[in-house]
């Protein structure tokens, strides 16, 4: 009799529950784009640049006086101040940080090369928010 009893007893129905999307809304709505502008250079006997520009937005607007590092991670080259391969930059009212890339010249470099730049924000939270560009430079005449 026993037996019959708990066949009767009701059982747990699991209920799925939705997961959030991967792609947003976050609670934090911020945004870090990184570009270089160009990426690709030609190394001539001109030092060849590049501007390496960071976007930040806080829920849709530019987030102004956030704080960009910007770390060259490996390949020749150097930031504007001719002996940095690290440097700090605020963003402006745009939420836009940029700094001028300086790439080697022909005489530095005996071929094609790749450079990795590494833009890094700021923030009061253990969550790391970086991107990384690429700049190829190419061995000119």
Known sequence: M????LFLLPSCVRQATEEPSPFGPSGAALT???EARPN???ATSERPVSEIRATVRKEGSPLHNAV???TILAGPGMFSDYNSTRTIVLTDNAGVASITYLGPTKYEIGYDQDVYIRGQLET???NYIHKEVFIHILVGN
């Open 40 to 42: 690709v250079l030609l």
């Open 32 to 34: 870090f784009e990184l």
């Open 2 to 5: 026993l037996l019959g009893f």
């Open 68 to 70: 960009v590092y910007f």
């Open 124 to 126: 009061s939270t253990p």
